[in-house]
């Protein structure tokens, strides 16, 4: 059993909630006593938030089961219906939003395609896919927490573009959550697509209670979002994980930040497209990729063979630099090039400390597949400490 510590004090009370709901969600129903073991918090401080979110439909009490001796023991789990979230997530060529219960199950999905859209082209597309997922499945409105969405490139953490990111120009600076929660009348929250798939796989897929990990994201770009010591990890300016442009040969290719040699230019969606000589937006698609893997096509190896070693190189960088529990790739590449491109990783750089034992292989392949930073935004607004949502449906039910 895993699960996060949860700290005592009064002002933290929405970190703790998080926390409950989280060591629910990762573990399965848990009683007061065995949450209290693995959150670190007192008794009575568990039981408090036990009754709040009982009293808002969050949790809800399950069979009591006959203990040894004393009471009967009574094992919460979350109540699905209780609350709702929306993830989005916008790539290049595509925008896609699901519907999500309060344990992360998908209700509706709608996907839209898009070429490099600009803000005005995309926001009333993102919103317009809000108010179809709202339409398609009945639920009460007023439990919509409200939607996360991932996106290339880094943010400020008040949701504004700090970086351009060079996979979706025009960009840089424009205030995309703040944007759509006017358009949409929902709250908004925005993470970029690394994170929010490392946020993703550590809920549903292999990462699942992990306490240190790091997400390689293989979209258009190159990404890291990394979990570390039970943390996500941002970095100062929440530049952290834009390993992207990290020189992987010195003079190499000429990349759009103005460095020569960077990952990105070997190791995306993007090197992909130009090494196979894939032009225009009708081919710049995973699906034309999967295809090629599909038929044995040999620039597809080459591809891989090229891009081998600076991914080789980059997962013995992370391993170095942060000694993670292990590495999981994933993103928006197509799960067989994905697979295809690990297939030729192996054997990796010897690791610093060959003898220690290890209970997880190095690398894993991540297990939610394309949805990964989607679902992963649609947890933002769950596990969002300041959501003032949560507050609204704590507030005693008028019924
Ligand atoms: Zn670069």
Known sequence: MKAISGTNLEQAKSHNRR???EAIRTNGPLSRAALARLTALSTQTVSNIVEELEGAELLKAEAPQK???GQPITP??????GAYSIGLELERDHAVGVLTDLSGHVRARVEKAVDRPTPAEAMPILAGIVDELQRSFPFDRTRLLGAGIAMPGRYAAEGVTSLSPVTLPGWQDYPVARELAELTGVPVLIENDATAAAIGERLYGVARGLSSF???FLGGGIGAGMFLDGHLYKGSRNNAGEIGHMIVVPN???CVCGKRGCLDRYVSLG???EYLDLRGPEQHDPETLAALVEQGDSRIDAWAEAAAEPMRQTIDFLELAFDPQTIVLGGSMPPSLLQHLAGQLEPLHAPVNPGA??????????????DTAILGAAALPIFSETNPQFDVLQKPLAR
């Open 67 to 69: 203990a040894a001796r």
């Open 252 to 254: 190499g290719l000429a």
């Open 76 to 81: 919460y789990s979350i109540n699905p219906n």
């Open 357 to 370: 034992e290890r209970n997880l292989p190095r690398m894993m392949i991540g297990a939610t597949g394309r």
């Open 271 to 273: 090197s992909a497209y």
């Open 214 to 216: 790091v997400y390689l």
């Open 19 to 21: 926390v409950v709901i």
